[in-house]
Nanobody, 124 residues
Framework: QVELVESGGGLVQAGESLKLSCLASGETWNANVKAWFRQAPGKEREFVAN????????KYADAVEGRFTISRDNIKNTMYLQMNNLEPEDSAVYFCAAAKQYKLSEAPGAFDYWGHGTRVTVSG
């Protein structure tokens, strides 16, 4: 089992930045791909970005490409999401997820472990 705990959410104004963190514990060797998803009220959970835990492969959703950066610190077992130039449309609960498979995926169903989320609110 892998436990994931997100932090760093909050209320910001449009154009500002936030950095989210996701701390992993437990059987972290089973977490080969990690990702950020988000879910706004009344909408489905959507892919934001993912990263291979070994290597440098990353992938971003079109909506955040160029504004968000995903990164990891293997020693600290922590993943980050630097979010710049935030827009009201970025408001959502952001979830950290981890997958056992060695393949970057955008589908929520491909991920085996989930955190409880951290809320990001961007005022316009």
């Amino acid at each position: 089992q892998v436990e994931l705990v997100e932090s760093g959410g909050g209320l910001v104004q449009a154009g500002e930045s936030l950095k989210l963190s996701c701390l992993a514990s437990g059987e972290t060797w089973n977490a080969n791909v990690k990702a950020w998803f988000r879910q706004a009220p009344g909408k489905e959970r959507e892919f934001v970005a993912n990263i291979m835990w070994s290597g440098a492969q990353t992938k971003y959703a079109d909506a955040v490409e160029g504004r968000f950066t995903i990164s990891r610190d293997n020693i600290k077992n922590t993943m980050y999401l630097q979010m710049n130039n935030l827009e009201p449309e970025d408001s959502a609960v952001y979830f950290c997820a981890a997958a056992k498979q060695y393949k970057l995926s955008e589908a929520p169903g491909a991920f085996d472990y989930w955190g409880h989320g951290t809320r990001v609110t961007v005022s316009g």
